[in-house]
């Protein structure tokens, strides 16, 4: 009995989970931002080791216009999945706005070594590596 109660309060969870990812998506698509925060505030309040929920609120923060929140949740998602290419470019789109080319050229080869066919990654190195690591005499 007690295991049974247990595995409905996982199920609980997960659908109470899957209802606040839900209605995130929705919030976002509704450019309700403040309200995408709040309900992945509580998605990764219930799911701390999900990445992507660390990863989908640090683009609602970048969409606040909150780039030292958005570079700490995709550091998050970074630790909890060091292969999320999509995590490392966003982290180098950032530091390049941020003006920061040495952490965006960092972030940008990190992405590329895991997705190489992402031909936007590569333009962004080959536009960022001269002023990071010098010009070729």
Same mark, same amino acid.
């Given at each position: ?50 990445? @992507?929920?660390?990863? %989908?609120? +640090? ?10 929140? $958005? !570079?700490?949740? /995709? ?30 050229? @960092?972030?940008?080869? %990190?992405? +590329? ?10 333009? $962004? !190195?080959?536009? /960022? ?7 070729d005499l």
């Open positions: 009995a007690v295991m049974a109660e247990h595995v409905e309060k996982e199920n609980q969870l997960r659908r109470a989970f899957d209802l606040l990812t839900e209605r995130a998506r929705q919030a976002m698509s509704s450019q309700d931002l403040p309200l995408a925060i709040e309900l992945m505030d509580r998605a990764t309040t219930l799911e701390p080791g999900w990445s @992507e929920g660390w990863n %989908r609120r +640090a683009t609602v923060f970048w969409m606040l216009s909150d780039p030292s929140a $958005a !570079i700490a949740d /995709l550091q998050r998602t970074l630790v909890l999945e060091p292969r999320h290419y999509e995590a490392w470019a966003a982290l180098g789109r950032i530091y390049q706005t941020l003006d920061d080319k040495r952490r965006a050229l @960092e972030a940008f080869r %990190r992405a +590329a070594a895991l997705y190489p066919r992402m031909d936007r990654l590569q333009q $962004a !190195i080959d536009r /960022l590596s001269p002023d990071v690591d010098g010009r």
